[in-house]
């Protein structure tokens, strides 16, 4: 373990910095929108993210990209038992009361919206960002079925397919998969329809950042203080759960440790442990789709917990570059 | 086989892309019934954190020239004081009182439309000079622009538009390089890092938020505006291509290509920013200041919608000139 952790370069500490710090900051600034608005405006940055820049980004990481159905089962697997388990052992431990059920939700079902897709896409680029939109997709998934009938004892499908970037990243894969092309002479448009979507799906990124910290200008310290050591297991579990599922991967032959003569396939392997680690360390969504809060909305105070994730992401991506990309690293 | 001829595609490729975001925009809006989207929180985001990012970002990246700073930023004064003129006598014509009539036709929007198509049309380089006559556009909007509607000079709102810092910032990072230690270093980079990060988002929101407002556009509203909006999408390009032939007479745009053509495709990319921008509607900007003060907001809404519906059509025709003549001398 020393060994590993003692193999981070001081380079590659300089390169998670310049990742996390501009991040940190952008969460800063859309803090300090949320105070301006008295977070008003939630549902102006939510609809933007929603209906434009989410489909956008989605269909922009995945239609270049080919998604095997090893890696949406990988992938949808780890989310269901990353965000399930908990609850679920939760609702076992504390019996059978709904309310303390309702308030285990939130810090272990993963945002994997708000901080997942930019921190993925600057970390690891174009796959890592694919990979982000996958995991964020099941998550949304699992809001709407596991989350919505633990909350509110009824599942509510419907809500999953009316979430626009469902169906930017099915038309995205479609591409990617088909062998049919568009006839020749509306390639060009094509291709700079596809273009309108990368700038905007660039846009997507700050956006997201800026999402994660419009709610924190409600936080108030105090709050914080009294919450922070009930948080600490939420925060701390997610992470460790997800390093136990890769080491159980692993096992299972599933996520080949062995570089072989493939180091770009080596390297993928590791990009999907990587974003499901990652993953599995984001705050509580704060993006559960809008239609979902007709059977159940967020607690407030369940956004206390999103300050304490963003140390222990810090950590975590220290750890990630120490114990996933160690073999890769050569 | 391509469907556009070479230079036609070029416009294409530059003209698309924004119309593609500004659908989504107007999609949103469409579908957004009960206009549940706070259009002033999409703008404050603009304002002040995304524009001086995408200012600061694209301005430090490359070496400031102040005789081009003074050429393009002169170009967008003399074409706004060339337009009062013209603007007061349409507006006495339309025997309106309030000066709010008039900021539509005065100024343009130099940000919304202008930007993308210049970054996608010129690259970094065009976005940068489109930059500097936004600049100017914007500064001389905040204090004549609002003296005209509000009859006084407003020095306390120029002084705090913050992509004035963002431009003397930028500016400054371009020019001066200090001898700094590494940590410092390793900090600027991580701060320039993420001032790219959030200048990723201006572009896009820009489009989206007008998309956004033309979805609200009514047809039987659109009358009022037709003068305005003509004036403003015939009359700019015709004085910036006469400012242009100014220029070249001058000779602070020299024709013809000399022994240096980066430096001759610099001069005529420098001409294509000050056409395009002559060319655009009027900006969203100038009917928020008559909202503010209540100076004919009516009549400022119609004409930037008909400018803006107009633009479609008249945009792509400059670009063909641009193309066609400008870049091709």
């Known amino acids: 373990m020393a060994s590993y952790l003692s193999s981070v370069t001081p380079t590659e500490i300089q390169m998670i910095f310049r990742v996390f710090i501009p991040f940190v900051a952008i969460a800063v600034i859309g803090m300090v929108i949320g105070r301006w608005d008295e977070c008003r405006h939630q549902k102006t940055l939510d609809k933007l993210l929603c209906c434009v820049f989410l489909p956008c980004l989605s269909f922009t990481a995945l239609h270049r990209y080919e998604t095997s159905l090893r890696e949406l089962l990988l992938?949808?697997?780890?989310?269901?038992?990353?965000?399930?388990?908990p609850p679920l052992l939760g609702r076992l431990f504390a019996g059978r009361s709904q309310a303390s059920g309702v308030r285990g939700l939130p810090p272990l079902f993963r945002g994997g919206a708000s901080l997942l897709l930019p921190l993925a896409y600057l970390?690891?680029?174009?796959?890592?960002?694919?990979?982000a939109v996958l995991f964020y997709l099941f998550v949304q998934l699992c809001w709407c079925t596991l989350g919505a009938w633990l909350a509110g004892g009824r599942c509510c499908p419907g809500s999953f397919f009316r979430i626009p970037s469902l169906y930017a990243a099915a038309l995205a894969m479609m591409a990617a998969g088909s062998s049919l092309r568009a006839p020749e002479h509306l390639q060009e448009f094509v291709w700079l329809f596809e273009k309108g979507a990368a700038i905007t799906a660039m846009g997507a990124l700050p956006l997201l950042i800026i999402n994660f910290g419009y709610p924190l200008g409600r936080i108030g310290w105090g709050g914080l203080k009294e919450l922070l050591p009930v948080r600490m297991l939420g925060v701390l579990s997610g992470p460790a759960l997800a390093f136990f599922l890769v080491l159980l991967y692993r096992r299972l032959g599933w996520l080949e440790v062995e570089t072989g003569y493939d180091i770009l396939s080596h390297i993928d392997r590791r990009t999907t442990e990587a974003v499901l680690v990652l993953g599995a360390s984001m705050p509580a969504s704060l993006l559960a789709p809008a239609a979902l809060s007709r059977c159940w909305s967020p607690d407030v105070p369940s956004r206390l917990g999103l300050l304490g994730r963003v140390f222990t992401l810090c950590a975590v991506l220290f750890?990630?570059?120490s114990l996933i990309f160690f073999d890769a690293r050569g | 086989m391509s469907l556009f001829s070479s230079e036609m595609s070029l416009i294409v490729q530059a003209v698309l892309p924004s119309f593609t975001i500004a659908f989504f925009g107007f999609l949103l809006g469409r579908f957004?019934?009960?206009?549940?989207?706070n259009q002033k929180t999409v703008s404050n985001m603009v304002y002040y954190f995304f524009t001086p990012c995408l200012v600061f970002s694209s301005l430090h990246k490359r070496s400031f020239d102040f005789q081009e700073f003074a050429l393009i930023g002169g170009a967008a004064l003399l074409l706004i004081s060339f337009m009062t003129p013209v603007a007061f006598y349409f507006k006495r014509r339309a025997r309106v009182r309030e000066n709010g009539y008039c900021l539509p036709i005065i100024f343009m929007n130099t940000g919304n439309i202008s930007l993308p198509i210049a970054l996608l049309l010129f690259g970094n380089e065009g976005l940068a000079k489109a930059i500097l006559f936004h600049m100017m556009n914007i500064l001389v909007l905040y204090s004549f622009g609002v003296y005209l509607v509000s009859g006084k000079p407003d020095l306390k709102q120029f002084f705090k538009i913050p992509a004035l810092y963002a431009t003397l910032l930028g500016a400054l990072a371009a020019t001066t390089d200090p001898q700094l230690p590494a940590f410092v270093e390793q900090g600027y980079a991580i701060l320039y890092k993420g001032i790219d990060v959030l200048a990723y988002g201006a572009i896009p929101l820009l489009i989206i938020n007008l998309g956004y407002s033309m979805s609200a556009t009514r047809l039987e509203a659109l009358k009022e505006g037709m003068t305005g909006a003509t004036l403003r999408l015939v009359g700019g390009p015709l004085l910036a291509l006469a400012l242009i032939y100014a220029y070249r007479l001058g000779g602070w745009l020299p024709p013809s290509a000399g022994l240096n053509p980066l430096a001759a495709l610099g001069y005529r990319t420098t001409e294509a920013i000050i056409l395009l921008n002559a060319s655009m509607p009027g900006p969203?900007?100038?009917?928020?200041?008559?909202?503010?003060?209540?100076n004919c907001p009516q009549k400022a809404a119609s004409m930037l919608a008909v400018g803006t519906l107009g633009g479609i059509m008249t945009i792509p025709l400059i670009l063909s000139l641009i193309t066609g003549t400008l870049m091709a001398g």
């Open chain 2, 32 to 37: 957004d019934r009960n206009r549940e989207l």
């Open chain 2, 284 to 294: 969203v900007m100038a009917y928020l200041l008559n909202v503010k003060f209540d």
């Open chain 1, 319 to 321: 750890f990630i570059d």
């Open chain 1, 75 to 85: 992938t949808g697997l780890a989310v269901l038992v990353l965000t399930g388990l």
């Open chain 1, 123 to 131: 970390l690891f680029g174009t796959a890592g960002l694919a990979k």
